[in-house]
């Protein structure tokens, strides 16, 4: 029953480096999303997925990617860390996109760009 | 569009009842609620659907208003266990957007 898992929980960064924030599902939910959580803006969608192999920008796409090759894996990648980047990233799932189904979250990741 | 919550915050005594609203410049299709404590995910509550019929927790309702333009969430005989940040969600085709959050505390 491990649910949405992300690793790492924590991680510190230098400007300019790159990283890959996992996220992985085992409920076999079609629906994948990243988003990030600043202190009093509550969550800003990222990116997105509907499907293995389709993948859509959300709110605030800049500076990250993803990929889904998989149904269970969605990793988001920063491709040249900033400061502005610095937050609480959340990996939600759920069964077939929000319109009728709610989200199943992971712990999340506190990222931390020096 | 990200849609607006109110109050930002509230403080009740155990036993209280109390009612966080969503509100939005379009008409809702549906409107998610999720319970966030400090240091954790946010957690999935219940999901209001465009016809009225939710889908969620047992002691917390929720309800559209006559133009479907906003929601209220309804907290009754609260628990310690109820403190926390509480947001709505309202999906825009395969994106959501959620409220900057409504501060709940309960106090003995």
């Known amino acids: 029953n491990a649910g949405v898992t992300q690793t790492p929980k924590f991680q510190v960064l230098k400007t300019g480096q790159s990283m890959t924030l996992q996220c992985a599902q085992d409920?076999?939910?079609?629906?994948m999303s990243w988003y990030r959580q600043d202190p009093g803006m509550g969550l800003r969608l990222i990116h997105y997925?509907?499907?293995?192999?389709?993948?859509d920008q959300g709110e605030v796409p800049n500076g990250y990617n993803v990929s889904r090759s998989t149904t269970e894996d969605f990793p988001l990648r920063l491709l040249s860390a900033a400061p502005s980047q610095t937050s609480v990233y959340f990996c939600a799932s759920s069964y077939s996109g929000p319109t009728n189904y709610g989200y199943t979250f992971g712990s999340g990741t506190r990222l931390t760009v020096v | 569009q990200q849609p607006v919550q109110s109050p930002q915050a509230v403080i009740l005594r155990e036993g209280e009842d109390a009612v966080i609203n969503c509100s939005s410049s379009k008409a809702l299709y549906s409107v998610h609620w999720y319970r966030q404590k400090h240091g954790e995910a946010p957690v999935f509550l219940m999901i209001l659907l465009k016809g009225g019929e939710q889908k969620g927790h047992e002691k917390i309702s929720a309800s559209f208003n006559e133009k479907k333009q906003q929601s209220s969430l309804y907290l009754t005989a609260s628990q310690l266990s109820y403190s926390g940040t509480y947001f709505c969600g309202t999906p825009v085709n395969s994106d959501m957007r959620f409220g900057a959050g409504t501060r709940l505390t309960v106090k003995p």
């Open positions: 997925s509907v499907g293995a192999g389709i993948t």
């Open positions: 409920m076999n939910h079609e629906y």
